[in-house]
């Protein structure tokens, strides 16, 4: 019996350590641009029945609990929480903040459709509308070189003044994608998120019709991690971690016992 202590006990350790990396991790990215705070959920492992609840006392009488053993903790999930930042106003025109639901989508060199909240936005070599690492939009926009100024409305409409010209001209319109289940999406890094047979397919629309998000120009959506709720939650996995510890200490103090009585 106290064996079985020592190994629940470690399985409560391992869930802490894993609710502590989830924590860092929430932290080293409070300045992140668009990240979404994660959040360690566990499941109770299995239990070992030794009497069985509603099992034959009698002939004519039941046991109404029963006893059983539950044999410690695991980590079923490290999801994200989809909830939105606050929008901070950076006066930079190709910035965009996503006010509501909606990703903006981003085409990797393979082909393939990555999503993002980070409207960090920058123009490449040609005048494409490219991310922080050089990665284009999708639909692609490019900005004429001799652009006076560039506009981005809340329906992610782009348009560009050129010189000579007194009426701003529309160059391309950003499309924002929305899931069923956000948080089925798979985190890639550099602010990337994938889809997955949890997320569902992309729904594809214009900023602001229907259940899509607006944009805003000239702002940024920062993360979401709550500092203070951080640091609760470390006080928390500290003291969990040190309750497991030290019932790992009295389950080994008790073995002690017993085999100095043999």
């Known amino acids: 019996?106290?064996?079985?202590?020592?190994?629940?006990?470690?399985?409560?350790?391992?869930?802490?350590?894993?609710?502590?990396?989830?924590?860092?991790?929430?932290?080293?990215?409070?300045?992140?641009?668009?990240?979404?705070?994660?959040?360690?959920?566990?499941?109770?492992?299995?239990?070992?029945?030794?009497?069985?609840?509603?099992?034959?006392?009698?002939?004519?009488?039941?046991?109404?609990?029963?006893?059983?053993?539950?044999?410690?903790?695991?980590?079923?999930?490290?999801?994200?929480?989809?909830?939105?930042?606050?929008?901070?106003?950076?006066?930079?025109?190709?910035?965009?903040?996503?006010?509501?639901?909606?990703?903006?989508?981003?085409?990797?060199?393979?082909?393939?459709?990555?999503?993002?909240?980070?409207?960090?936005?920058?123009?490449?070599?040609?005048?494409?509308?490219?991310?922080?690492?050089?990665?284009?939009?999708?639909?692609?926009?490019?900005?004429?070189?001799d652009a006076l100024s560039v506009t981005i409305g809340t329906d992610g409409t782009v348009s560009a003044l050129l010189p000579g010209s007194a009426t701003p001209q529309q160059l391309g319109q950003i499309e924002t994608a929305n899931f069923i289940n956000p948080t089925g999406l798979e985190a890639v890094g550099d602010n990337l998120y994938r889809e997955s047979a949890a997320s569902g397919p992309a729904i594809t629309g214009i900023p602001g019709d229907g259940e899509f998000g607006t944009l805003s120009q000239g702002a940024l959506e920062t993360s979401n991690v709550n500092v203070v709720e951080e640091l609760v939650n470390m006080i928390e996995a500290q003291r969990a971690y040190e309750m497991n510890s030290k019932a790992i200490s009295t389950a080994d103090q008790m073995l002690s016992f017993v085999t100095q009585q043999l």
């Open 1 to 145: 019996m106290t064996e079985r202590a020592l190994w629940v006990a470690k399985t409560g350790l391992d869930a802490q350590q894993t609710r502590m990396a989830v924590i860092a991790n929430n932290l080293a990215n409070v300045n992140t641009t668009g990240f979404k705070k994660g959040r360690a959920m566990f499941d109770d492992l299995m239990y070992q029945n030794i009497r069985q609840v509603g099992g034959q006392t009698t002939q004519n009488t039941q046991s109404p609990t029963g006893t059983s053993l539950g044999t410690g903790v695991r980590t079923v999930s490290t999801e994200k929480v989809h909830t939105q930042g606050n929008v901070q106003q950076t006066d930079n025109a190709l910035d965009v903040a996503i006010n509501g639901r909606g990703f903006l989508q981003i085409l990797m060199p393979n082909g393939d459709t990555h999503y993002t909240r980070d409207g960090s936005l920058k123009l490449d070599s040609t005048g494409q509308l490219v991310t922080s690492s050089g990665l284009s939009l999708n639909p692609a926009i490019t900005v004429p070189q």
